[in-house]
């Protein structure tokens, strides 16, 4: 028998499953940091280094964090925000759970980017269009197709004037299944989600879609936004 730890999807979904039930929908993350803090779980999308996606996009754009901010929205155990910090950027890094915080700050000893526990549906006031770079990755697609319109305007938010907003995140077509029919998480991204995040002054100016990484059966997207 396969048991949860074998198979981390099979392991975040009984935990997303078991909150819903209980009406809270955000609360699986801290039960699978913690499960996977003492070794009964794993999480799935914990790669031990940046996304492959993120990665190309800092070679091929090569952005400059010299005296600018940035926020990693769902930073998990910190491997994307390193790399932004490692930019020059002065980031900050957040994650509901707080085994996710603990678990980052102890695999990054002397980090330079900032971590800390902060809610995306109910984020601090003060972030509101306070970043020059906003790192969105496989948070979204993590709640519940219902609160991910919310999630949406939160991330494009953060987003100050001149500032960029990149997302990568799992693709679905958006014909391809109803919404009811998606067994979550993920709860990929339709292509009218990615353009979502675009609002009247924030603009997509490049969107892929490319196989995953992972496997060629599946597919993410890479957008980039710009405000102005």
């Known amino acids: 028998m396969t048991s949860d730890s074998d198979d981390p999807a099979l392991a975040s979904r009984r935990l997303a499953h078991e909150s819903l039930r209980q009406d809270d929908p955000t609360g699986w993350f801290e ?73 980052a700050q102890q695999a990054h000893p002397g980090s330079k980017a900032t971590y800390q526990v902060a809610d995306l549906l109910n984020p601090p006031t003060d972030w509101h269009h306070a970043f020059d770079l906003v790192i969105e990755i496989y948070t979204v697609q993590a709640l519940p197709i219902s609160l991910q319109p919310a999630a949406t305007a939160q991330v494009s938010d953060f987003v100050r004037p001149g500032g960029t907003l990149v997302v990568i995140a799992s693709a679905r077509d958006d014909d391809h299944s109803p919404d009811a029919a998606i067994d979550g998480p993920p709860w990929p991204l339709t292509r009218s989600a990615i353009d979502a995040f675009a609002t009247s002054d924030l603009k997509l100016i490049q969107v892929d879609r490319s196989p995953s990484p992972t496997s060629r059966t599946s597919h993410h997207w890479r957008a980039e936004y710009l405000r102005d």
């Open 31 to 103: 039960r699978l940091y913690s499960a996977a803090a003492d070794g009964s779980a794993v999480v799935p999308w914990d790669r031990g280094t940046a996304h492959p996606l993120l990665l190309d996009w800092i070679d091929t754009a090569q952005p400059s964090g010299d005296g600018r901010r940035a926020l990693v929205v769902g930073a998990g155990t910190g491997w994307d925000a390193e790399l932004i910090a490692d930019r020059g950027y002065d980031t900050t890094a957040f994650d509901i759970s707080p085994t996710a915080v603990d678990t």
